[in-house]
């Protein structure tokens, strides 16, 4: 053996364990399995207070069901793998078909079965709103993106009632729970899904500059048939069997109901160009249409497309406010569940006295945009009452504009609470990061909904004193909220440029509302801290920023899902 050969390593019995290269310690658990309903004390609490406690029970198992590992992952797979469009079949007919992965399907049965897209029509009353909002809350926390043709089917049923022959042909098959996606003619069919085609490359938000053109095929006029020709530039969920569409008719700009089939069985002469490449809301496809001879029924007046759609577009914005409050709870949550498992230099991070005040404030936050969420749903359980029907009017666009205009920084600060992982795709945080602007966006962007608050109190000059009426229920309360309505009110008593004025005013309402309901529902913890932050001090909109004196455990501990 040569010398300068070494020497063959002979492993000794003990070697075996350099093979184990550490123990991981200090993670915190999956957040699954355990109850979305009864791990939220807050919405438990909301959806009494609002009039649907008799649903409890229901909710108790929804919430069950929302949080079941099997459940969560339909998430995650229905993101990871997205839709995918067919022009023609194998044989060269034009189809026209998305083609979405089995989990999207799933989700979406799920949905239909539980009635979040028909509930309160079906049966209405006291707390329909309600309790169909906590399904729908606690629904979009699993997945988001498919609660788009959710929403929209649910959201056209005002809108079809216009058209009573209309309605009668289709509402029984619009409010089936029951979820057949197959791409087949709706008569072939006992469920059928509904959405909505309004903008163009040229208008957007400006659905009055549309160019889509309505061709009478008779005398014309309300449920009568027309075809359009023309293109839409944001057709989302396109699998729907029928959608509501704006066009030129030759008295103006019109609704139309417009089906995938005709009739006879035939394809509709309406084609997808392409899929939009979306930074978020991933498992909902969104598309780009022309209207090639397009058969379609007029709803509701001539000339009046606006008026009648709107109905639809209100019912929509208010799922925007559902879906953003149900976002910031799960991002909230996810923060707190890693904050109450993880530890760093030497303590508990939910025990850290600076983590401990940005976790209050997002737990502070999103409690605010579920409470005022759960009182507009009230509200619209209540339409035949003159001081709800005025407060629905605004509270809905000052709700959806606060509530989604809050909700991206606050996804991004959760995800920071959890650090490094929380950027990693097999974490629910990108995914909550990246459908976080969508609802700010969709159904009206922020500006949309300021100009459209300030229409609502030229039309309805009454349901500014309802909103003070409602702000008044909480007055004594706090001395801050107090000065904080009367230099709210004492601003809208100057009528001068109150359009470059309206996020102020916008901003201020929704903070007013939120503090009123806090301070007469919520914790007095919760209700303390939201007037010291959101009403006193100034800059206090930044997470993380809670004054002094605020009991910020109790905060935590009402917030946190207790999941081992």
């Not at 396109?238 to 089939?261: E, I, K, Y």
């Not at 007095?524 to 997470?543: H, I, K, M, T």
């Amino acid at each position: 053996m040569n010398s300068q050969q070494a020497a063959p390593h002979t492993r000794s019995a003990d070697d075996r364990y350099l093979a184990v290269t550490h123990e991981v310690t200090n993670q915190p658990p999956a957040l699954e399995n355990y109850n979305l309903y009864l791990q939220d004390q807050a919405l438990q609490q909301g959806v009494a207070r609002e009039g649907g406690g008799w649903a409890h029970e229901e909710l108790v198992q929804f919430g069950a069901l929302a949080g079941r590992a099997e459940t969560i992952d339909l998430g995650f797979k229905a993101n990871e793998h997205k839709p995918v469009f067919h022009t023609h079949d194998r044989y060269g007919h034009r189809i026209d078909e998305v083609e979405f992965h089995p989990a999207y399907h799933q989700l979406m049965k799920i949905s239909m079965e539980h009635g979040l897209h028909s509930s309160p029509w079906t049966h209405p009353g006291p707390g329909a709103n309600v309790a169909r909002a906590a399904k729908y809350f606690m629904h979009s926390q699993v997945e988001a993106a498919h609660g788009c043709p959710i929403t929209m089917t649910f959201a056209a049923i005002p809108s079809i009632r216009r058209q009573p022959e209309l309605a009668a042909q289709w509402e029984a098959k619009i409010l089936a729970n029951s979820y057949d996606p197959r791409n087949v003619p709706d008569g072939e069919k006992q469920s059928v899904t509904i959405g909505m085609a309004m903008t163009e490359k040229q208008g957007g938000s400006d659905v009055r500059a549309n160019s889509t053109r309505a061709y009478p095929l008779g005398q014309g006029g309300p449920g009568q048939a027309y075809e359009l020709v023309g293109h839409k530039w944001f057709v989302s969920a396109p699998m729907c069997d029928a959608f509501l569409v704006l066009a030129q008719a030759p008295g103006g700009l019109s609704c139309f109901l417009m089906p995938r089939w005709r009739p006879d069985g035939s394809k509709n002469p309406w084609q997808i160009q392409r899929l939009k490449h979306k930074m978020g809301n991933v498992a909902n496809a969104s598309s780009e249409a022309e209207l090639r001879g397009a058969l379609a029924w007029m709803i509701g007046e001539e000339g009046r497309g606006v008026p009648t759609i709107i109905e639809m577009v209100a019912m929509t914005r208010f799922d925007c406010m559902i879906g953003s409050s149900g976002g910031l709870r799960q991002a909230a949550a996810q923060a707190l569940h890693h904050c109450r498992h993880r530890s760093a230099f030497g303590a508990r991070l939910s025990e850290q006295p600076l983590m401990q005040n940005v976790l209050a404030d997002l737990a502070l936050e999103s409690e605010a945009a579920m409470t005022l969420t759960l009182r507009v749903a009230r509200a619209l359980d209540q339409q035949d009452d003159e001081h709800e029907r005025l407060l629905t009017r605004l509270a809905t666009p000052v709700g959806k504009y606060w509530i989604c205009k809050r909700t991206p920084n606050h996804a991004y600060e959760a995800m920071e609470c959890i650090g490094g992982s929380g950027v990693m795709e097999n974490c629910i945080m990108p995914r909550l990061y990246r459908e976080a602007p969508v609802n700010a966006i969709w159904e009206g962007s922020g500006n949309v909904q300021c100009l459209d608050t300030l229409r609502a109190l030229q039309k309805s000059p009454d349901a500014l004193a309802a909103f003070f009426a409602e702000l008044e229920r909480a007055r004594g309360a706090d001395n801050r909220f107090d000065r904080f309505v009367s230099e709210l009110k004492t601003d809208f008593g100057n009528s001068q440029d109150l359009q470059y004025r309206a996020r102020n005013l916008v901003d201020r309402l929704a903070l007013s509302l939120q503090g009123a309901l806090l301070l007469q529902h919520s914790d007095a913890a919760v209700a303390d801290a939201f007037c010291a932050s959101r009403l006193e001090q100034p800059g206090g909109l930044n997470y993380g920023n809670l004054p002094r004196g605020v009991d910020v455990q109790a905060i935590i501990q009402r917030a946190t899902p207790v999941v081992d």
